[in-house]
């Protein structure tokens, strides 16, 4: 792999501003119709202090999405946390979150709890939404005492906004029956799928323009080899078109063949598409 300054180099013999796809920032993500639905039931649960579930596959998007949509957020009506570190115990998870609402956690439970509620009374009509990330990965003890605080003032409106992300698989598992409470409490669900050949192509497009390149520095094979490669998978994408470009650059080449791509998916382990097959528009809902 060459360092920073070789690949700036490299970057500049193509006529490039900068490495192509060198990160996939968050305004990379494409707004497909999945995203603008998912946003909008997102809105819809912080508003209603509900549940919501949001799933798809690893490198999909899940989490820029949930990032970009809490930085919206008006920060007079909501007050968003995020939890990321899923191997939480349910007393850890209650002590985390007392630390994110402003107050200094304690070893005892009950403690941790009153903390939280004193929290919750000092945030007055601002709404808290809380996000979990990878809640697949949530032991039982960690999602039941999330689902318990939503019931602190039990008599009025819910606590909070609760906000799960996470793999697939997760929906099928909140139905197993020691999850049942929390998954009867699920307002709207929704997934991220893959995008599409078409989708890939324009993300494939709007990355090296950019970088002060044009599309047709990207072989059509090349392109369509990175669709199905990927999978459709965002992050996938991404990371194999880098690696393509970086093995093109580094031969001297001025354009990205399908050989470069094939160069490419023998160094990035992961490749979706050779498992799953590649995204079509007919699977876009």
């Not at 392109?223 to 965002?234: C, D, F, R, V």
């Amino acid at each position: 792999m060459k360092n920073e300054p070789d690949l700036q180099q490299l970057a500049h013999q193509w006529g490039a501003s900068q490495v192509p796809f060198a990160a996939l920032g968050e305004k990379d993500w494409l707004d497909t119709p999945p995203v603008q639905k998912a946003l909008g039931y997102l809105t819809q649960t912080a508003a209603l202090r509900s549940v919501m579930l949001l799933c798809g596959p690893n490198g999909i998007g899940k989490s820029a999405l949930a990032g970009r949509w809490m930085r919206s957020l008006e920060e007079r009506i909501f007050h968003p946390l995020c939890l990321t570190q899923a191997t939480l115990s349910g007393s850890g998870i209650l002590g985390s979150l007392a630390t994110k609402l402003g107050k200094p956690c304690s070893f005892r439970r009950e403690r941790n709890l009153q903390l939280i509620e004193e929290a919750l009374a000092e945030l007055d009509r601002r709404i808290l939404v809380l996000v979990l990330d990878e809640a697949q990965n949530y032991a039982h003890s960690a999602l039941e005492e999330v689902r318990l605080l939503l019931g602190l003032n039990l008599p009025q409106a819910p606590t909070f906004a609760l906000v799960l992300i996470g793999d697939e698989y997760l929906l099928s598992g909140l139905k197993l029956r020691n999850h049942r409470a929390l998954y009867s409490r699920l307002a709207c669900q929704t997934s991220l799928p893959p995008w599409s050949n078409a989708q890939c192509s324009q993300y494939l497009a709007s990355a090296l323009q950019a970088a002060g390149l044009s599309a047709q520095v990207l072989e059509s094979a090349a392109a369509e080899l990175l669709s199905s490669a990927s999978g459709g998978l965002p992050r996938s994408l991404n990371l194999l078109a880098r690696a393509a470009w970086i093995h093109a650059a580094t031969l001297g080449a001025q354009k990205i063949s399908a050989a470069h791509v094939q160069s490419a998916m023998e160094t990035v382990p992961c490749v979706p598409g050779l498992h799953s097959g590649p995204a079509t528009a007919d699977n876009q809902p």
